[in-house]
């Protein structure tokens, strides 16, 4: 199947630092890539969606200054959070919706778990 | 209105029997698919299946059968001969046609675990 990967697994950082996670398609290109934030036993929320090339579009209620999304080519997404407080710890989740066998399908990476202290 | 709705939080199942989890769905599109998601607590979102909303078969991959019925706007997703390692976190997720981006829809979920 599908790879997306997403750097990195686990940050731990301080309140008021930034902290970049990449997300990369692997082995095929993807047109839209998305950005989900999860809490404990909850269900996905959408945070953005990002083409390549173009500006982020940003759900209700995610605030596009503190989330900042970058979407440099076709298989690498970036979301930068910055000045980080404890309550941005959450469960961050990217994926890469491409076509792959035929069938055009959203691929998940891994998350990475952002504490905050 | 909820556009995905799962009714089961959470579900038991004897290792080697049959489960369906529960997933129905509310759209005024004519087009549009339908997913399912398993979640280890590992985190990973893996990919399961597929349903087109114009295919006229129900989607299978390996143990897993989508169990579709488009006048009820249900998807139920059916795993056959349970493994102790199906025990996860299970999304079912709709995209619509008319939608900007064509996101993924979430349902809240059902934590299937499979008892020895």
């Known amino acids: 199947g599908a790879v997306v990967s997403q750097h990195p697994s686990r940050v731990i950082c301080k309140s008021g630092t930034s902290v970049k996670i990449e997300c990369r398609s692997l082995d095929f290109q993807a047109t839209t890539m998305f950005w989900y934030r999860q809490f404990p036993k909850k269900s996905l929320m959408l945070m953005a969606t990002s083409n390549e090339g173009s500006k982020a579009t940003y759900e209700q209620g995610v605030e596009k200054d503190k989330f900042l999304i970058n979407h440099a080519s076709l298989t690498l997404s970036t979301l930068t959070v910055t000045s980080a407080h404890p309550e941005d710890s959450s469960f961050y989740i990217c994926s890469a919706r491409g076509r792959v066998r035929f069938t055009d399908t959203q691929y998940f990476g891994p998350g990475t778990r952002l504490t905050v202290l | 209105a909820q556009k995905i709705t799962q009714t089961q939080p959470g579900m038991f199942v004897q290792e080697k029997e049959a489960v369906t989890l529960d997933c129905t769905y509310d759209t005024s599109d004519q087009s549009y698919g339908l997913f399912w998601y398993k979640q280890p607590s590992s985190g990973e979102m893996i990919f399961l299946i597929y349903?087109?909303?114009?295919?006229?078969q129900n989607a299978t991959e390996g143990r897993y059968s989508l169990n579709f019925q488009k006048a009820r706007k249900s998807a139920n997703l059916v795993i056959s001969a349970s493994q102790l390692g199906d025990s996860a976190m299970y999304f079912c997720a709709m995209r619509e046609v008319s939608g900007s981006a064509r996101q993924l829809t979430f349902g809240s979920g059902t934590q299937l675990t499979v008892l020895p």
């Open positions: 349903q087109g909303s114009y295919d006229e």
